[in-house]
């Protein structure tokens, strides 16, 4: 899920199919936490002037999450963007980041598995 952080080395190797074939994990808990989700991210952002255009100061996106249950936004100033395609994916990517924060999955038993108890932003590749 997300983007791991690729500089650090793999944890272990998670294998949960449903035929319980080669199954390392015997099951696998699910936790979410809303602290760190939004309902809607705004961004806001400028441009600085260049030869061939103006500068803009008025750039804006917005997205929404339908599946946070209460109003919770966050607004983001973003010091210099060269187009309001650029503002559109920052907003994109702080609701994903906000997505992926708000899940985490821990095993909480794993033969043969180095995983701490709280696996949390552990690396880790999977097999379903």
Request: proline share 5%; hydrophobic share 35%.
């Amino acid at each position: 899920m997300g983007g791991p952080d690729h500089s650090t080395p793999l944890v272990d190797t998670l294998i949960l199919r449903r035929d319980g074939q080669s199954n390392n994990l015997l099951r696998l808990a699910v936790s979410g936490n809303i602290s760190s989700r939004y309902s809607e991210v705004t961004v806001l952002a400028q441009g600085h002037g260049r030869v061939q255009a103006d500068g803009r100061h008025d750039r804006r996106s917005q997205v929404k999450d339908k599946t946070v249950p209460l109003y919770r936004p966050l607004v983001a100033v973003v010091g210099d963007t060269d187009s309001d395609e650029e503002v559109y994916f920052r907003a994109r990517k702080l609701m994903a980041d906000a997505r992926l924060n708000g899940v985490c999955l821990s095993p909480p038993w794993c033969a043969g598995c180095v995983l701490p108890q709280a696996s949390c932003g552990h690396r880790a590749s999977g097999y379903e």
